[in-house]
Structures are given as C-alpha cells and as structure tokens.
C-alpha cells in the first residue's frame, strides 16, 4: 500500500512538474496562455510535494499508519528542505504569476522548479555531483517542453489551418536543437547511474531505464512522422490531416505517460544500486 502510493504520488509530482515548466515555456514559444492547465499542475505539484514528504515519514516510522507522526521527521526534513521548498517556492511563484498576470513571475517560479530539481534526487547522492545536477534540471526543462508538445499543438476547432501550421513550424524548430540534447543528457545520466552499458540490461534498475529510453525513442519517431507525413498532409488536405494529427499527438501522450511511469519507478520502486 505505501510502495503504491509512493508511485502514484511521484506520478504526480513529475506530472506537475513538466506540466508546470512545460506550459509556461510553450506559452513562452507559441504565444498561448494555458493558464488553467497551468495553475492545475502546479497545485498538483505542491500537494505530491507534501505528500512525499508525509510517505517518507511513514517509511522511516515503519507504516502508514505514522506518517503524521514527527517524532524522527527532522530525518525526512533535512536531506529534503532544500528541493521542497524550491519546489514550493516555485509553484507558489507560478501561481501568483497567473493569478496577477505578470508573465515574467510565471516564467521565474518555472525556472525556480527547474534550478530546484538539481537540489535533490539522485544526481545529488553521488560522491562527486559536480555539474550533473544541473544536467538534470537542463534535461527536465527539455523533457517538460517535449511532454507538453501534445497539449500545445492539439487542433482546437478554434484554431485555423495556417496558424495550426504555424505552430508546428515553430514548435519543430526549437525541437530540431532541443531533443539531440535531451537525448544526449539522458545518455550521460543514465550511464552515470548504472555505471556502463552492460548494467542497463543486467539489472532491474538499467532495465527499467532502458525501457524510459525506448519509449523516448518511439515518440521521437512519432515527432519525425509530425513534422513530415502528418504536417505535408495538413497543407493538402486539412481535414484528414487534423485527424492525423489528433492521433499521433494521442499516441505520444501515452508514450509520455509511460516515461513518467518509468521514471516514477526508478526513484520509487528500484534505486541505481538495484
């Protein structure tokens, strides 16, 4: 019971992260405001924030039933104030941003989220961190603005046929220079964790990254199809080509989904020693 809500409570911290992060930067790119889906993902951030900090206060004390129970709290605290409260801190500066409408607050509380995510996890327990946190946070960022490319270019029947073209050009652009160094990033982290090729198929935690890694890859694919077969068809034939398009962006919230779920398990269920 405490292992799975541990995974559905990561599930939705990463949800509401990338959500958050994501969001504001296609705001940013596109010139659209998402200002509901935004403010949702950032409460969703700050309740799975404290949320966690409960669950891991259960583990310590040894079951659910404590997770309320602060007596060895200062043990869950410590090692995490510094990332909550970044997490927090951020949110709250989103939330604020969009309440007033200062865009320039909701683009800060994004980066506060980002900078955040290289003050903990497991880039932070190496022996030698050195600029690899910061390599995870610049990962993030450009995972979060890929996870949210379904939301951004979604074919709204508000949104005409060149504006629609539009942003997918615009959207295709930035992805041309941003994915490589997704890609390249995740390489470098996966291998820093598991320690070598070999222990990404020899144990349950390179297994389980492995499969994040392909599901990354098949939606890269899906994102070549976009940008060629599915944008080409657009411009002939536009009523096919939103079809199209409703469908490859459905089929990559999936694969995005199965990233998070993935993700989830690696900080969760099995840990890089595993």
Excluded at 77 to 100: C, D, E, F, M, R
Excluded at 177 to 204: D, K
Excluded at 239 to 257: H, I, K, S
Aim: glycine residues 10%; aromatic residues 8%.
């Amino acid at each position: 019971m405490l292992d799975a809500l541990s995974l559905l409570v990561k599930v939705g911290l990463y949800s509401g992260l990338v959500g958050a992060v994501g969001l504001a930067v296609q705001g940013l790119v596109l010139g659209a405001e998402f200002r509901r889906l935004i403010t949702l993902s950032a409460l969703v951030l700050s309740i799975c924030v404290a949320a966690r900090l409960f669950l891991l206060n259960a583990e310590l004390a040894g079951g659910l039933q404590h997770a309320f129970d602060f007596t060895l709290f200062d043990w869950v605290w410590s090692p995490n104030k510094l990332q909550t409260l970044g997490y927090l801190a951020g949110s709250g500066a989103v939330l604020i941003g969009l309440l007033l409408r200062i865009r320039i607050l909701v683009l800060l509380g994004a980066i506060t989220l980002l900078a955040s995510i290289g003050l903990g996890g497991h880039t932070r327990g190496l022996e030698s961190p050195g600029l690899n946190p910061w390599i995870a946070s610049l990962h993030v960022g450009l995972a979060a603005f890929w996870v949210t490319a379904p939301i951004a270019l979604w074919p709204h029947s508000n949104i005409n046929d060149t504006d629609l073209l539009e942003k997918m050009q615009r959207f295709s652009t930035i992805a041309l220079v941003s994915v490589p160094v997704l890609f390249v990033s995740g390489f470098w982290l996966s291998l820093l964790f598991v320690g070598s090729l070999e222990a990404l198929v020899s144990t349950t935690y390179g297994r389980v990254l492995a499969i994040k890694v392909g599901l990354a890859t098949l939606a890269l694919l899906i994102g070549a199809l976009i940008k060629t077969w599915v944008a080409k068809c657009l411009e002939i034939e536009p009523a096919e080509g939103r079809v199209l398009l409703r469908r490859t962006l459905l089929a990559d919230c999936l694969l995005f989904l199965g990233i998070i779920v993935a993700i989830a398990v690696l900080t969760t269920v099995v840990g890089p020693s595993t």
